[in-house]
Structures are given as C-alpha cells and as structure tokens.
C-alpha cells in the first residue's frame, strides 16, 4: 500500500536559517503530492503540492521537488520566520482522493 | 464559502455517554474524510465517502465508532459508549472529484474537535 516517511521532529532552527525537512515515499502509479501546515489549534492547510515528476510545488517561500527516481518530495525554505513555526505533513494521493500522511514534523523557529 | 464547519470545538464527556461529531463539506466537494489526530499515532484515516456513500472505513477502530452522511452537506460520527482512550482532535475534511483525468486534487481541513474522555 501507500506509504509517506518523513523526519521525526521537533526541528529547532534560528530565525533566517535554511530549513529542510526530509520526506519519501511508496506508491504504486503516479500519485500526487502535498506538504500541510498545522498551526497550534488550527485543522491541516495545504502549503504546496506537485501532480507529476520534476513538478516544483512553492508557496510562501517554501519549496518541495517531485524526484520520482528518488520517491522523494524535501521541503525546502531558504529563510524560515518564527511565524513559521507549526506541524508540517508530507502527504500524497493515488488512485483516487484518499490522503495518505506522513506522521509530521514540528518546527520551532526563535529568535 | 465558509470552509469546512465543524461542531463542537470542544467536547468533553464522561466514559459510556455518546458523543456525536458533526461536520459541513464546502458545497460541491464530492468527498468527506475523518480524520482522528494523537500525540501516539499521528494523523489516522477513520473513513471516507464518495457522494454520500461510504467507501473505506477499514480505519474505524471498532464497533463503536459509526459514521453517516445523509446528504452532501452533513456527516456525523458517532462514538458509543465512549472511552478515555477516544480522546482525540477528531478532523472533518472535504475535496472535489479530481476530474474525468483523475488528478489528485487537495482536501480542505475543518478546525476540528477536540474531544476529552472522563
């Protein structure tokens, strides 16, 4: 079946480092796939997806590459905030709508 | 739209009361999931529809838990008796049919319930 591995957290960075957050998978087909956010309190918000191989997702200075011959999907950020701090899930789709997450990764960012 | 609604925020209850857990799509999504999140086990898949109808709930723990849709704009799951290890953030979410292509397309998140077992 579908599976998402990602880094055990929490990943404790100063602000304006670069961030990393590592995750693979295992699917059969072509599935899609997704980083979530979770702020403290809040439900799950998508922060960037990619739907095919070598697709970059990005969005508020968050980046993630589809390398489908490394069944990877990193999230990448060149300079994180302390508003950036929050519960990131690696996650992906295949045939068909269901969700398959990753267990999260806290990040805390301070000053 | 107002996303996707969850009711109560906050639901806390003695063990063996039923709870009920309701949730509101975004009008026009044609799938509902629920989600159970735990410090233990992360993020789990409890069941999901497809137009109202249930179409894998291998992850509902046991027979306590059930879970209905009686149209496109209302889902309830149920849990009786309840337990102290059903505490949890239980999370609604809904997402559109990804197209005759089949694209993967994003769920939509509720803020979820937070539910406490005495």
């Known amino acids: 079946g579908n599976s998402v591995t990602q880094m055990e957290g929490p990943v404790t960075l100063s602000e304006e480092a670069f961030l990393t957050i590592n995750c693979t998978y295992t699917a059969t087909g072509y599935p899609s796939l997704f980083w979530y956010v979770q702020y403290p309190g809040e439900g799950l918000q998508l922060l960037l997806k990619?739907?095919?191989?070598?697709d970059k997702g990005s969005n508020k200075g968050f980046e993630a590459t589809y390398r489908k011959e490394t069944t990877s999907f990193h999230l990448e950020k060149g300079s994180v905030q302390v508003s950036d701090s929050a519960v990131y899930f690696c996650?992906?789709?295949?045939?068909?709508?269901?969700?398959?997450f990753g267990t999260g990764t806290q990040l805390k960012v301070e000053l | 739209d107002a996303g996707v609604i969850q009711s109560p925020r906050h639901e806390v209850t003695e063990m063996g009361q039923e709870v009920t857990l309701r949730c509101k799509p975004i009008?026009?999504?044609?799938?509902l999931f629920w989600y159970r999140q735990t410090m233990m086990r992360g993020l789990e898949l409890l069941i999901y529809?497809?137009?109202?109808?249930?179409?894998?709930d291998s992850g509902m723990p046991e027979d306590r838990f059930s879970a209905k849709m009686p149209n496109a704009s209302f889902s309830t799951l149920k849990i009786q008796p309840s337990e102290p290890r059903d505490s949890a953030v239980y999370f609604c979410?809904?997402?559109?049919?990804?197209?005759?292509?089949?694209?993967?397309?994003?769920?939509?998140f509720g803020q979820g319930t937070r539910l406490t077992v005495v």
């Open positions: 979410a809904s997402s559109p049919w990804g197209g005759s292509q089949g694209l993967n397309t994003e769920a939509f």
């Open positions: 990619a739907t095919k191989a070598d």
């Open positions: 996650a992906l789709t295949g045939g068909g709508n269901k969700l398959t």
């Open positions: 529809f497809n137009n109202n109808v249930p179409i894998d």
């Open positions: 009008s026009g999504h044609d799938y």
